[in-house]
């Protein structure tokens, strides 16, 4: 099967169960029914950031594979980077069903999944048994347990297991669905927390990927400086801006719009663009920024670039259009690129808010 007989299937996923679907779409990854994207991309698509080659800038956001159960097939698919995760230290059923709801008239997903994986040791195991070379980037997005958890113990022990497999490591502190973790957005416990990490990383004696922070579309405008502030003192190399929303923007036209969960999708895309760009303000090219929320096309992948990010994120677009997506944006963005007249993806990160 390749990618594009596989998205034709997407509509009849749509008459199943939200996480039935997505748990039959991983399954079937597993299987390499989604086929792969054997083309080679567009040469103006290649970029360097984090110290790291990327053969694209579109990466599939933390949430769709959190214990990393198709990471090999969905890298097959074009992707330039894939996050697994969110990983936390053991396995969590999450919150109770039903929790993913799909709001079709608005192409937007809502979650309440409560960060469900079957926790770090299976992660780990299967994170072993990838090919190299990989045929994508791999970042792995660590998380804390609902329960029992210990921040200042956990981030850092998870961050030294993944290590040794991840080109990055994305610190997840701002799920709306896990009671308390967006709390650990404030100064002192987010500095605390980085502190920590910073320790482990230099304690460790091999691969050091680099540290990002995975940040919440519903911060204050106050907020920005202090997480930036807190990254730069521990030497984190950037932020991923943003997770999903609680806020419910106008108009969302979904029946399900006020089901409680994070929001993602195109209602997400303003206000996600307009944090990026807050947040590239105040970094000044000090961090790599990867923009996320909303993107469904080369023209919303450039906008974010433009905003101040390197790299880009995607996640209910992926969901509602399948594989054919990935080829597609990249051919829309190289177009978008060569339109406005930027010949690589440097050239063009951040000229919106210079």
Known sequence: MTPRIASTLMPLMRGIDPERAHDLALRALRFGLAGADRSPDDPILATEALGIRFRNPIGLAAGFDKSAV????????????VEAGSVTP??????????????????????????????????????AHLPNPRPAVLGCNIAINKEGAAPLRDYPALYTAVAPHAAYVAVNVSS????????????????????????????????????????????????????????????IQGLIVSNTTIARPAPLRSALKSQAGGL????????????????ARVTQGRLTL???????????????????????QLYAAFAYDGPALIPRIKRELAA????????????????DVR
Do not use: W, Y
């Open 290 to 312: 990867i923009g996320c929320g909303g993107v469904g096309s080369g023209a919303d992948a450039l906008e974010k670039i433009k905003a101040g990010a390197s790299l880009v």
């Open 336 to 351: 978008a690129m060569r339109r406005e007249g930027f010949s690589s993806v440097a050239e063009a990160v951040g000229v």
């Open 176 to 235: 709306p669905n896990t009671p308390g973790l967006r709390d650990l957005q404030g100064e002192q416990q987010l500095r605390d927390i980085l502190a920590a990490l910073a320790a482990a990383r230099d304690a460790i004696a091999g691969p050091r990927p680099p540290i990002l922070v995975k940040i919440a579309p519903d911060l204050s405008p106050g907020a920005v400086e202090p997480i930036v502030e807190s990254a730069l003192l521990h030497g």
């Open 264 to 279: 993602s999708g195109p209602p997400l895309r303003e206000a996600s663009t307009e944090l990026l760009k807050r947040v």
């Open 90 to 127: 053991k396995p969590q059923f999450g919150n109770p069903k039903p929790r993913l709801f799909r709001l079709v008239e608005d192409r937007a997903v809502i979650n309440r999944m409560g960060m469900n994986n079957a926790g770090l040791a299976p992660f780990l195991a299967r994170l």
């Open 70 to 81: 198709a990471i090999a097939p969905l890298m097959r698919l074009g992707f330039g980077f």
